[in-house]
């Protein structure tokens, strides 16, 4: 279990895309002086390649993905061709569950797992000894933990586009991520500075008020539209606590986020039938927003979705005064 | 008259020698199929011949590729390996634990060394979060097996300090109470941490998925001091069986040899559980079933504990990576599925007795 | 052949005192038995003699003191058949009688050639060869006495206690273990000393009887001497006859009112 996170050689790596990325970022057209050599056809691309903490001699042609959240990054780099197998619970796209793959992410089977002939595995954490029955079997792992800012997701996906010989199209993906996520939310503050005092919400992560607190990615997210989480403060150092459902009547927010409409069946009508939550404001302005369980729980491209659904959800709350 | 060695050494004698070598060849063939099955890898039947190839001076061509072969050698025998050496502890621990306390439902985690350890691997792995994911060593194993050994001096010291005898009932309801005092510490702390309990219970289930040789060589000192220190003490656990003051009276000191026995067992014990989790049941149907062979004398029922137990694992190992494949089943959830027939065959056989 | 000496026992349980200062030597070869209501700590002596309870005082066999830490010295010294003795259900004859060499085997090691000769001696003198192999739940209770007093004898023992060892017998296997018990004695020089409820019984095979009343020794000598009816009925409570046959039986018969 000795996983050598993003520390050193990930801040490589981050200065060789930060140096793309700010060339990316400043003109439309593609960039021309950069300190790499970063063509934007696959077949030319400089290996061997070190990211994300590992060391790739060739372009991985067979790579196994136990992360639903790295599923969705790597077909959204077009690495899609390069993946074999992905777990139980990659769900999205729909080439993934094409593939027909199950493994588990939990309860891995490194047999199985070594039975695809990968060349690179990723993965989001390590049950136990994963990384080092994989590298007994000479198989690269890439670990990507949880992220816990915006910036950390765009750092994951830029390290797996290097890894995977697309790092031009990684690049790309995160400043158009950046873009779209920034004018989402500087067009709705706009609407948000209109309504004067600032806007609270509660953040439904399952049916028994399990929520987050906005040192979560989650949370940060929802930060940058300025709105507050009565999560907050409820529990020091818990970033994911568990609130009775009087701290949350009482707490009143103006908005109620639903994260467990997949897992839990839960709609607007269920919340509104809930012992005492009849008065709270956002049941009678009907300030319910059902997320989809997945986007939400995810750090990879589908966060910009999640970043409108907010957006949307904002732009029709009424005032409650 | 009868010769000294004609009736006196026992009949049953040879039956536990023929027991014996049928248990050592069983084991063998036992590693053998659990070396040639799994999900992946080469084909069952090219295993054995690939294993022929390896002894040295022999060459044969089995068809095994080398990354197949690797498969085999760096993941499925240490899991074998170790499906022996934890089977193998979990029974002659729960045996040894049914001699001391004199009760045959008794399992090697009665004084608290499964609550210990759980909660030592939930403080690892809440903590892990933060702050120890670049250590050197990894803290799993250490937290489990120290948890352990912690929860069962605390039981030793609780029995101690509320009975002048320490007699085996206050040892037991003080296992109990740290049993019970350590999980209730474990949810508690679960509760405020959601986020683990995922991995905790995955451990709780026990597995023999993610061994390693690194994990084999951690087990095996503390298993073979241990399970030579019980083979030791098997005619005083005979001994034993008369009771504390008949034991007494014949020249046992009684104190000295629980305790010993206790220590001994729960050091493998914490050893095996620090590495594979919680696998339960091995440790009460593999003696019973032992008992139902050959007689419940500890003489015979110890070594033989040993040698059923590796065979029990490394077979019950083999569903475990197998049935839900490409996932794991959980090796303690096969062992539960075990448990249950077992016991109403036990209850059917007991019934024909007294 | 060995003395066994009390000097000042005293025992007592959670400060209730259950026997004080009983002084008594017995000889080699000699049957003592203790006699006295029940709670008179006769079970108390034997068992501090058995090393099962702290005693102030000193218990000595041939003049040397029994350590206080050795529980084997004592068992190679001391055998001891309780009143009600354990018999695990699932353990052979065989077995059980080798639990009593157990003060002569290493502590980790495995019986010798010699431990199996004294075990197979024992078996044939007490007629238990036969069940060498069956289960020791499964014999009737006057074998089951045959069986203890063998694993007694297996410990090689100068000294023989006995906690009322006719307790659950018919009077035929009642006859049969006491005079078993008195016909070893005398081949192996045993020191007996029995605590025993049947006053004629334990009159007619001790040597000495020793009264017991509340922990303290009220009467010591013959069984003429001690089993008399005013003495009886002091410290038993009891009205009772006492009956000298000619040969120097002492019975004791136990009378009824005769308002009736």
Known sequence: ?321 | MLRANDNFVPRAGTRVAYSTLVSFALLTIAVLVGTMIGPAGPQWWRVPIELINRLPLISVDSGVSDADWNIVMQIRMPRVVLAVLVGAMLSVAGASYQGVFRNPLVDPYLLGVAAGAGLGATLVFTLRRSATENWLIDPLPLAAFAGGLIAVFATYMIGSAFSKARSTATLVLAGIAVTSLTTAVQTFVLQRNNDVVRQVYSWILGRLSSATWGDVRLVLPYVVFSCGILLMHRRLLDVLRVGDDEATALGVNIRRVRLTVVLAATLGTAAAVAVSGLIGFVGIIVPHTVRLIVGSSYRRVLPLSILCGAIFLVLADIPSRVLADPAETPIGVVTAFFGAPFFLILLRVRKNQV | MSTLGFCDLTISYDGDSAVSSFNNLVNSGEWLCLIGPNGAGKSSVLRAVAGLVKYSGSVAIDQNEIPATSAKWRAQNIAYVPQTPLIPEDMTVYEYVLLGRNPHIKHFASETKQDVDVIEKVMTRLDLTRFAHRMVGTLSGGERQRLVIARALAQEAPVLLLDEPTAALDIGHQQQALELVDVLRRERGLTVVSAMHDLTLAGLYADRLVLMHQGVCVASGSAQSVLRSETLAEFYGVSARVHHEPDGTVVVIPQRSTSN
């Open chain 1, 1 to 321: 279990m000795k996983m050598k996170v993003l520390s050193r050689a990930g801040f490589a790596g981050l200065f060789v895309c930060a140096a793309t990325l700010f060339a990316a970022c400043s003109e439309t057209s593609s960039s021309t002086d950069t300190t790499v050599a970063v063509e934007t056809t696959v077949s030319e691309v400089a290996y061997p390649v070190t990211a994300g903490g590992i060391t790739l001699e060739a372009q991985p042609m067979r790579i196994v993905s136990l992360s639903p959240t790295h599923t969705e990054m790597l077909y959204a780099i077009g690495a899609g061709g390069q993946v074999v197998a992905v777990d139980e619970y990659s769900n999205f796209p729909a080439e993934a569950v094409a593939l027909g793959t199950k493994l588990s992410g939990y309860e891995p089977n490194v047999e199985s797992i070594a039975g695809y002939e990968p060349d690179l595995v990723v993965i989001s954490y390590d049950p136990g000894n994963l990384v080092e029955q994989l590298s007994a079997l000479d198989i690269a792992v890439y670990i990507g933990n949880g992220a816990s800012s915006l910036e950390q997701a765009y750092e994951q996906i830029e390290q797996l586009g290097a890894l995977t010989g697309h790092l031009d199209v990684a690049v790309q993906l995160t400043s158009q991520m950046q873009a779209d996520i920034d004018a989402v939310v500087l067009a709705s503050s706009a609407s948000a500075t209109a309504m004067g005092e600032p806007i609270t919400y509660f953040y439904e992560l399952d049916n028994t008020y399990y929520t987050v607190t906005s040192n979560s990615f989650v949370g940060q997210i929802f930060k940058l539209f300025g709105l507050e989480n009565i999560a907050d403060g409820v529990e020091e150092g818990n970033d994911y606590p568990q609130l009775s459902s009087e701290v949350i009547v009482s707490s009143n927010p103006t908005m109620i986020y639903l994260a467990d409409t997949k897992c839990c069946a839960q709609t607007p009508e269920t919340v509104s039938v809930r012992e005492g939550w009849q008065k709270m404001d956002a049941v009678v302005n009907k300030n319910i927003v059902q997320l989809d369980d997945d986007i939400a729980s995810r750090w990879g491209p589908r966060v910009v979705e999640l970043v409108k659904s907010i957006s949307d959800a904002l732009a029709l709350v009424a005032p409650s005064k």
